[in-house]
Nanobody, 122 residues
Framework: QVQLVESGGGLVQAGGSLRLSCAAS????????MGWFRQAPGKEREFVAG????????YYADSVKGRFTISRDNAKNTVYLQMNSLKPEDTAVYYCAAKFYSDYAFVDYDYWGQGIQVTVSS
């Protein structure tokens, strides 16, 4: 069982930056591939970024490539999402997710955080 808690969301102007954190419980964090997803009002949840278990392989949705960076610190049981050059269309609830023994996945994650709001004003 893994519990995930996101932090770092909020309101920011277009062009600004935010850093989301996701703290995981348990002693097996390094056994999980991690991902960030988001869901905007009236839209389906979509994949944003993923990182493999060791943190050496990163992958992104085209819409955020070059602006967002995912990373993880297995010693701190935490995954991060650095978001730069934010746009109003990045406004959404952001979720972190964990998938057991996975190094590359866009769907079927096993555990989810409660989500955190990110709002980008124009």
């Amino acid at each position: 069982q893994v519990q995930l808690v996101e932090s770092g969301g909020g309101l920011v102007q277009a062009g600004g930056s935010l850093r989301l954190s996701c703290a995981a419980s348990g002693r097996t964090f390094s056994s999980y591939g991690m991902g960030w997803f988001r869901q905007a009002p009236g839209k389906e949840r979509e994949f944003v970024a993923g990182v493999n278990r060791s943190g050496t392989s990163l992958y992104y949705a085209d819409s955020v490539k070059g602006r967002f960076t995912i990373s993880r610190d297995n010693a701190k049981n935490t995954v991060y999402l650095q978001m730069n050059s934010l746009k109003p269309e990045d406004t959404a609830v952001y979720y972190c997710a964990a998938k057991f023994y996975s190094d590359y996945a866009f769907v079927d994650y096993d555990y989810w955080g409660q989500g955190i709001q990110v709002t980008v004003s124009s």
